[in-house]
């Protein structure tokens, strides 16, 4: 009986052996992962360009945003500056395309990569009483209308600038639906201190 089973069990090993392909893979699955690869590949690159889209649209807005964030405190400063719509460009300018400090060119040098010549920058000022949380807009001046700027009957006068920036982003490829380039602008308005 000994006998029997050891000389079936080296049997039932060599049948087990020769049935097992020398890989470990039986030879119909030998193209299965090549081909799923195939499949999932372009999905995966065509996912990996709509992140690297999104991110970059997301940093040119982020850029134009902070730019007229930027244009809108310098007018902030003061009443003089709220009027000075080439100090507020010249801000929201600066903001939009960095620049080296300490450079004797620091306003012509840019560090982020993005040009002053694409960004656009528009700014206004209003003027008005607020009485309550409603605010009513008069003329700044006396020239604007306003018989007496900077006085209310009822509330307290308020000037605000407000600040608008706007540039474009180029998309890496035409996509079919989606203009190109795509029109970015972005408003910011603080109250003059």
């Avoid at 030879?27 to 590949?41: H, I, N, R, T, Y």
């Avoid at 900077?150 to 006068?157: A, D, I, K």
């Avoid at 407000?162 to 603080?190: D, H, K, M, Q």
């Amino acid at each position: 009986m000994p006998m029997l089973t050891m000389r079936k069990t080296k049997l039932l090993a060599k049948i087990t052996k020769s049935r097992t392909p020398r890989f470990g893979i039986r030879a119909w699955q030998s193209g299965q992962a090549l081909v799923e690869l195939a499949f999932v590949v372009p999905l995966l690159m065509i996912l990996a360009l709509g992140v690297i889209e999104i991110g970059r649209y997301a940093y040119i807005a982020i850029l134009i945003g902070n730019a007229a964030h930027a244009g809108a405190a310098y007018g902030a400063q003061g009443h003089q500056q709220s009027f000075d719509s080439g100090g507020i460009a010249n801000a929201a300018e600066y903001d939009f395309a960095g620049a080296i400090t300490g450079s004797s060119n620091a306003t012509t040098t840019a560090t982020n990569g993005q040009l002053v010549s694409k960004l656009t920058v528009s700014s206004a000022t209003s003027c008005g009483c607020d009485s309550s949380g409603t605010v009513t807009t008069f003329g700044c001046t006396v020239a604007a209308g306003n018989p007496n700027p900077g006085s209310c009957v009822t509330g307290r006068w308020v000037v605000v600038v407000t600040v608008t920036a706007s540039g474009t982003f180029t998309p890496l490829f035409n996509y079919p639906g989606i203009p190109n380039p795509f029109f970015v602008s972005r408003t910011a308005s603080i109250p003059v201190a």
